[in-house]
């Protein structure tokens, strides 16, 4: 079974920092793309990174030049360092996996095949 968790959630004062990370298994990590979403209370999910198999990178507008997606190909691990929170970063966050992803869509949820069951941040 494919199985994607998420770990590195918490609390944190704004302007903190907090790194996720999404560990893979049961697939072909190295052949998929990966992709990070959030979703606030009351609001619909969103998309706010992605990486795909060669490692070019997209960002949603509110997260550019904060956060940064990576992963460790040898480790099956994707992570998502978040610099400079904001309390409007407060989220649950979401892990995803895409086989056929083109970055062009890369903020599409119907891109992706697989989800982990996320990590909370809270920012104060």
């Known amino acids: 079974d494919v199985q994607l968790v998420e770990s590195g959630g918490g609390s944190v004062q704004a302007g903190g920092s907090l790194r996720l990370s999404c560990a893979a298994s049961g697939y072909a990590y190295s052949g998929y793309s990966m992709g990070w979403f959030r979703q606030a209370p009351g609001k619909e999910r969103e998309g706010v990174a992605a990486?795909?198999?060669?490692?070019?990178?997209s960002y949603a507008d509110s997260v550019k030049g904060r956060f940064t997606i990576s992963k460790d190909n040898a480790k099956n691990t994707l992570y998502l360092l978040m610099n400079s929170l904001k309390p409007e970063d407060t989220a649950m966050y979401y892990c995803a996996a895409s086989l056929g992803l083109t970055l062009y869509d890369w903020d599409q949820q119907y891109e992706y095949d697989y989800w982990g069951q996320g990590t909370q941040v809270t920012v104060s």
């Open positions: 990486i795909d198999r060669d490692g070019s990178t």
